[in-house]
C-alpha cells in the first residue's frame, strides 16, 4: 500500500515539477527583471545586470529579443548578463522592446533554437544546419537564430566566417546570430566516453546538455539538425515548443534485432538455460526499451525532414505514432551547394583523365579496401602482367583507369584506417595505379573533381553521398553501390539507357547479399542476385563493371559521346533536387508551419503568465 502511495506521489510531484514548475523556472523572469535593466541603463558604468545567475535563461531571452543586436549576448565570454552600448542610449526603445510579448503582436521576435553541439566541425550535418540558418534569417527579420554548440575554443566570428569559406554560405547576418556554448555536459554525447551502453549514455547526454542549453536560453522553436532525440523531452514536455528535426540517419533500425539471439521478450523467456542466455535476454529488453523510448521521443516531433529515401523509410517504420497524431514526416534533400559546382565547361567536352576519384573521409565503412580488391581482380584477369599504367596501350579508349583516394583523417582511427590501405595497396602491389591525397584544400578537391573522369562509391546503405552530388555537379560519372541515398536518390536506378546518370556495383561482401538466392553461372560471370523491395535484381561486381566498362563494352558503355550525355543528364537534376536554393525555399515554406504552431501552443499548452515570456 504505502509503495503504491509513494509511486502515485512521485508521478504527481513529476508531472507538477514538468508542466508547471521548470516552465515558470525557465520561461518567467525574476520579480522586477525591468528595474533590473533600468538599473544598469541608468549606471554611469557598464555594469552586469544584477541578480542574473539562476533566472539567466528568461533574462538573457528579455535580453537578445529586445536588443538591437541580439548576438552581443552571446556567453563565449562568460555566462553574466550585460547591455550593449547601443541599448544602453537608446533606452526608451529597448524598453519599449521588452514590452512586445503578446502571442499576436506582429512585432514580436522568435527564437529558433538550433541544437547543434558541434557546429563548426564543417562536416555535411553542419552545412545543413548553416543553410537552414541563413533560410531562417532571410524568411522574417523578426527571426533569431541560436546556435548550441560545445566548440568552446572557437569565436563566433571564427565559426560565421569557417561557414562562408567552407560552405560558400555568405551573407548571414550575424547580428541576429546568438552563440550559446555548452560547458558542462558535451563530452557526455561523444561516442567514445561510453565504454558500455553507447546509446542509452547517449541519449542521457544529450538529455542533461539540453537542459544545459535551456538553462542558458530557452527557444520559441526548437531545431535539431544532428539527431539528438533525447533533447526533444525538454523542448516538447517543458517549453511546449515546436519541435522541427532533420535526421540524417535513424540512430536505432529494426534491422538491429535480427542480431540478436532472442526476438520476443515474452515467448522466449521460456528458452533461458544458461547464463549465456540470461544475457541475451536482457540484451533483448534493453534495446527494444532504447526502441520504444526512441518511437516515444519521435512522436514529439512536429515536423521530421529526411535527408532521403532511405531514411525517410526507415523513419516512417520506427515513428509509427507520427502520421496518427498528424506530424508531418517528409524529406527534404540536403543542400549540396551544387550552384558552385556547376559550369558546362567541366562537363567531358573538356579533356580529362581516365583516373578513377573516391572522395571520402578514411572511415572502414566507406570501403576502400573493397576497391583495392575489386581493382586488383580486375588488373589479374585482364592484364596479369601488368606492373605499371604504362605498360598499357591504351587507344581511344584513354588509356587504364587508375584510383585516387581524396579525403581527410579527423581521428586516430581515420589515420590508422588510412595506414592501412597504404599498407594493402603494399601487399596488391598497386603503388603504381593508387594515388593518395590527404587533408587538401577545397581547391584541390575541385580541381580533381574537375580533372578526373570517373567518380567511386563504395559505401553499403550510405544514407545519402554528397560526394556522389559534386560527382555529377562537376561531370564527374558516378560509378557507385547501389544502395540507399546514391542508388535511390542521387544515381538513381533506371533501366532506359536514354535516362542513365551512372554505373552501379554490388558486392559479395555486402551485408545483405544472400547466397541462398545466387545462380551459380550468374557469380561465375561477375554478376549477384540482389532482393529489391521483394524482387529480384542482377547486378555487377566492381571488378566485372570496370571488365565490361574498359575492355569487353567499351565503345558501348564509356565512349565520350556515352559518358557526356550522362554527365549532362547528371547536372540536369542537380538544381531542382540539390541545390542551397532549393533547400531554402523548401525549408521557408515549414517555417510557415512552425509560425502558426508556436502561436497555437502558446495559446493552448502553456498558463497565462508563461504564454506572455
Same mark, same amino acid.
Given at each position: 500500500?504505502?509503495?503504491?502511495?509513494?509511486?502515485?506521489?512521485?508521478?504527481?510531484?513529476?508531472?507538477?515539477?514538468?508542466?508547471?514548475?521548470?516552465?515558470?523556472?525557465? *520561461?518567467?523572469?525574476?520579480?522586477?527583471?525591468?528595474?533590473?535593466?533600468?538599473?544598469?541603463?541608468?549606471?554611469?558604468?557598464?555594469?552586469?545586470?544584477?541578480? !542574473?545567475?539562476?533566472?539567466?535563461?528568461?533574462?538573457?531571452?528579455?535580453?537578445?529579443?529586445?536588443?538591437?543586436?541580439?548576438?552581443?549576448?552571446?556567453?563565449? &565570454?562568460?555566462?553574466?548578463?550585460?547591455?550593449?552600448?547601443?541599448?544602453? !542610449?537608446?533606452?526608451?526603445?529597448?524598453?519599449?522592446?521588452?514590452?512586445?510579448?503578446?502571442?499576436?503582436?506582429?512585432?514580436?521576435?522568435?527564437?529558433?533554437?538550433?541544437?547543434?553541439?558541434?557546429?563548426?566541425?564543417?562536416?555535411?550535418?553542419?552545412?545543413?544546419?548553416?543553410?537552414?540558418?541563413?533560410?531562417?534569417?532571410?524568411?522574417?527579420?523578426?527571426?533569431?537564430?541560436?546556435?548550441?554548440?560545445?566548440?568552446?575554443? !572557437?569565436?563566433?566570428?571564427?565559426?560565421?566566417?569557417?561557414?562562408?569559406?567552407?560552405?560558400?554560405?555568405?551573407?548571414?547576418?550575424?547580428?541576429?546570430?546568438?552563440?550559446?556554448?555548452?560547458?558542462?555536459?558535451?563530452?557526455?554525447?561523444?561516442?567514445?566516453?561510453?565504454?558500455?551502453?553507447?546509446?542509452?549514455?547517449?541519449?542521457?547526454?544529450?538529455?542533461?546538455?539540453?537542459?544545459?542549453?535551456?538553462?542558458?536560453?530557452?527557444?520559441?522553436?526548437?531545431?535539431?539538425?544532428?539527431? @539528438?532525440?533525447?533533447?526533444?523531452?525538454?523542448?516538447?514536455?517543458? @517549453?511546449?515548443?515546436? &519541435?522541427?528535426?532533420?535526421?540524417?540517419?535513424?540512430?536505432?533500425?529494426?534491422?538491429?534485432?535480427?542480431?540478436?539471439?532472442?526476438?520476443?521478450?515474452?515467448?522466449?523467456?521460456?528458452?533461458?538455460?544458461?547464463?549465456?542466455?540470461?544475457?541475451?535476454?536482457?540484451?533483448?529488453?534493453?534495446?527494444?526499451?532504447?526502441?520504444? &523510448?526512441?518511437?516515444?521521443?519521435?512522436?514529439?516531433?512536429?515536423?521530421?525532414?529526411?535527408?532521403?529515401?532511405?531514411?525517410?523509410?526507415?523513419?516512417?517504420?520506427?515513428?509509427?505514432?507520427?502520421?496518427?497524431?498528424?506530424?508531418?514526416?517528409?524529406?527534404?534533400?540536403?543542400?549540396?551547394?551544387?550552384?558552385?559546382?556547376?559550369?558546362?565547361?567541366?562537363?567531358?567536352?573538356?579533356?580529362?583523365?581516365?583516373?578513377?576519384?573516391?572522395?571520402?573521409?578514411?572511415? $572502414?565503412?566507406?570501403?576502400?579496401?573493397?576497391?583495392?580488391?575489386?581493382?586488383?581482380?580486375?588488373?589479374?584477369?585482364?592484364?596479369?602482367?601488368?606492373?605499371? $599504367?604504362?605498360?598499357?596501350?591504351?587507344?581511344?579508349?584513354?588509356?587504364?583507369?587508375?584510383?585516387?583516394?581524396?579525403?581527410?583523417?579527423?581521428?586516430?582511427?581515420?589515420?590508422?584506417?588510412?595506414?592501412?590501405?597504404?599498407?594493402?595497396?603494399?601487399?596488391?602491389?598497386?603503388?603504381?595505379?593508387?594515388?593518395?591525397?590527404?587533408?587538401?584544400?577545397?581547391?584541390?578537391?575541385?580541381?580533381?573533381? !574537375?580533372?578526373?573522369?570517373?567518380?567511386?562509391?563504395?559505401?553499403?546503405?550510405?544514407? #545519402?553521398?554528397?560526394?556522389?552530388?559534386?560527382?555529377?555537379?562537376?561531370?564527374?560519372?558516378?560509378?557507385?553501390?547501389?544502395?540507399?541515398?546514391?542508388?535511390?536518390?542521387?544515381?538513381?536506378?533506371?533501366?532506359?539507357?536514354?535516362?542513365?546518370?551512372?554505373?552501379?556495383?554490388?558486392?559479395?561482401?555486402?551485408?545483405?547479399?544472400?547466397?541462398?538466392?545466387?545462380?551459380?553461372?550468374?557469380?561465375?560471370?561477375?554478376?549477384?542476385?540482389?532482393?529489391?523491395?521483394?524482387?529480384?535484381?542482377?547486378? $555487377?561486381?566492381?571488378?566485372?563493371?570496370?571488365?565490361?566498362? #574498359?575492355?569487353?563494352?567499351?565503345?558501348?558503355?564509356?565512349?565520350?559521346?556515352?559518358?557526356?550525355?550522362?554527365?549532362?543528364?547528371?547536372?540536369?537534376?542537380?538544381?531542382?533536387? #540539390?541545390?542551397?536554393?532549393? #533547400?531554402?525555399?523548401?525549408?521557408?515554406?515549414?517555417?510557415?508551419?512552425?509560425?502558426?504552431?508556436?502561436?497555437?501552443?502558446?495559446?493552448?499548452?502553456?498558463?497565462? *503568465?508563461?504564454?506572455?515570456?
Amino acid at each position: 500500500m504505502w509503495l503504491i502511495l509513494s509511486v502515485l506521489l512521485a508521478i504527481y510531484f513529476l508531472r507538477q515539477l514538468v508542466n508547471n514548475v521548470l516552465p515558470h523556472f525557465f *520561461l518567467v523572469p525574476p520579480q522586477r527583471w525591468q528595474d533590473k535593466f533600468l538599473k544598469v541603463i541608468s549606471h554611469q558604468l557598464s555594469i552586469y545586470v544584477p541578480g !542574473s545567475t539562476l533566472k539567466r535563461s528568461s533574462l538573457r531571452r528579455r535580453l537578445i529579443l529586445a536588443s538591437s543586436q541580439p548576438s552581443f549576448h552571446t556567453n563565449f &565570454i562568460n555566462n553574466k548578463l550585460k547591455l550593449t552600448p547601443e541599448d544602453k !542610449s537608446d533606452s526608451h526603445e529597448f524598453m519599449a522592446e521588452t514590452r512586445k510579448r503578446d502571442v499576436d503582436d506582429p512585432q514580436r521576435k522568435l527564437l529558433f533554437g538550433f541544437f547543434h553541439p558541434y557546429a563548426n566541425n564543417g562536416g555535411g550535418g553542419e552545412r545543413v544546419l548553416w543553410q537552414a540558418v541563413k533560410a531562417t534569417l532571410s524568411a522574417n527579420k523578426r527571426n533569431i537564430c541560436v546556435i548550441y554548440t560545445t566548440n568552446l575554443d !572557437s569565436e563566433p566570428l571564427q565559426i560565421i566566417n569557417k561557414v562562408k569559406n567552407k560552405f560558400q554560405i555568405d551573407q548571414l547576418d550575424s547580428s541576429r546570430i546568438v552563440f550559446i556554448y555548452l560547458r558542462k555536459f558535451g563530452y557526455l554525447i561523444d561516442a567514445s566516453y561510453w565504454k558500455h551502453f553507447t546509446i542509452l549514455g547517449q541519449f542521457l547526454g544529450t538529455f542533461l546538455l539540453s537542459i544545459e542549453a535551456c538553462f542558458e536560453v530557452s527557444p520559441d522553436v526548437w531545431v535539431d539538425t544532428m539527431g @539528438l532525440p533525447s533533447s526533444y523531452l525538454i523542448a516538447g514536455k517543458v @517549453l511546449k515548443i515546436p &519541435i522541427v528535426a532533420y535526421v540524417h540517419y535513424p540512430i536505432l533500425q529494426t534491422d538491429m534485432f535480427n542480431k540478436l539471439k532472442y526476438k520476443s521478450i515474452v515467448r522466449d523467456i521460456v528458452k533461458i538455460r544458461s547464463i549465456g542466455d540470461f544475457s541475451s535476454y536482457v540484451k533483448l529488453i534493453y534495446w527494444s526499451a532504447l526502441y520504444y &523510448i526512441y518511437i516515444y521521443l519521435g512522436s514529439l516531433v512536429d515536423i521530421t525532414l529526411t535527408n532521403g529515401t532511405w531514411t525517410y523509410r526507415h523513419l516512417s517504420q520506427i515513428w509509427i505514432m507520427n502520421k496518427g497524431l498528424g506530424n508531418i514526416l517528409e524529406i527534404l534533400y540536403p543542400p549540396c551547394g551544387t550552384e558552385f559546382l556547376t559550369n558546362s565547361s567541366t562537363l567531358l567536352e573538356s579533356k580529362r583523365e581516365n583516373k578513377l576519384l573516391y572522395l571520402a573521409q578514411f572511415r $572502414p565503412e566507406k570501403r576502400h579496401s573493397l576497391i583495392l580488391k575489386e581493382y586488383r581482380r580486375f588488373l589479374s584477369k585482364n592484364y596479369p602482367n601488368i606492373t605499371t $599504367p604504362n605498360d598499357f596501350g591504351g587507344g581511344s579508349g584513354g588509356g587504364l583507369p587508375t584510383i585516387v583516394f581524396a579525403g581527410s583523417c579527423r581521428t586516430k582511427d581515420d589515420t590508422a584506417t588510412l595506414e592501412s590501405l597504404r599498407s594493402q595497396v603494399d601487399q596488391l602491389k598497386l603503388n603504381e595505379f593508387v594515388e593518395f591525397e590527404i587533408d587538401i584544400s577545397y581547391a584541390r578537391v575541385v580541381q580533381l573533381l !574537375s580533372s578526373c573522369k570517373f567518380g567511386l562509391n563504395a559505401m553499403w546503405n550510405e544514407h #545519402f553521398g554528397i560526394g556522389v552530388v559534386e560527382y555529377m555537379a562537376r561531370g564527374c560519372i558516378p560509378i557507385v553501390h547501389a544502395s540507399a541515398g546514391p542508388y535511390l536518390d542521387i544515381v538513381t536506378s533506371s533501366d532506359d539507357a536514354d535516362e542513365q546518370r551512372g554505373f552501379f556495383f554490388k558486392s559479395i561482401d555486402d551485408p545483405d547479399f544472400d547466397p541462398s538466392i545466387q545462380d551459380e553461372i550468374e557469380i561465375e560471370n561477375g554478376e549477384l542476385i540482389f532482393d529489391i523491395q521483394g524482387s529480384h535484381k542482377l547486378f $555487377p561486381t566492381l571488378e566485372h563493371l570496370l571488365t565490361e566498362m #574498359f575492355i569487353t563494352k567499351r565503345d558501348l558503355l564509356t565512349s565520350d559521346a556515352k559518358l557526356s550525355a550522362i554527365a549532362k543528364r547528371g547536372q540536369k537534376i542537380l538544381d531542382d533536387k #540539390f541545390s542551397n536554393k532549393t #533547400f531554402e525555399k523548401e525549408w521557408i515554406k515549414y517555417l510557415e508551419i512552425v509560425d502558426s504552431l508556436e502561436k497555437k501552443y502558446r495559446n493552448e499548452k502553456r498558463d497565462k *503568465l508563461e504564454r506572455v515570456y
